[in-house]
């Protein structure tokens, strides 16, 4: 597990300290759900819309409402809301979820780059939560992209990026 959060903070260029900041304020009493909704919708209609039939097919699989749903509960539980993502699909368990999928560098940085445009646009998001936000999305896109990489091995990793201050953090 820590060789994949070392690799994380190597390929992203955040150190775990900024990229778990995020635990150090309650951003979902701060920003409030329709913040995330907005976020989140901003988002995947930006990946939708995506020039690049290769990151489109990513999410073709996927209905949009559906991936708009499951990404604002994520963040929902993980930036200090209520536990909306495990109650309706059960722990997020981020590297297991995204095993199906191509998580590659340059599929993750595709992935940041929407984000990062769905954050500058998103209204009511103040200068520092975004800050905060984007180095916890940009360090858990590269854990996931170190995740990848145990597709061949089949193991399983704890996961730090999917948890929050509510749920029990366990190995899985």
Known sequence: MQAL???AS??????QDDAFAIDDTNLFQ???????INLSTN????????EEEWFRSIFANSKKEDAIQNQYEFFVQRMGGPSLYSQRRGHPALIARHRPFPVT????ERWLHH???ALDSTQDIDADSKLRMMNFFRHTAFFLVAGDELKSQNQQPSC???SSNQLPRKNF
């Open 5 to 7: 959060q070392a690799k």
């Open 10 to 15: 190597e390929w992203s260029g955040v150190k």
């Open 30 to 36: 701060k920003l409030g759900l329709q913040t995330f």
């Open 43 to 50: 988002f995947y209609t930006r990946v939708y819309d995506d």
């Open 105 to 108: 560098h340059q599929a993750a």
């Open 115 to 117: 984000m990062q445009q």
């Open 160 to 162: 730090k990026h999917g």
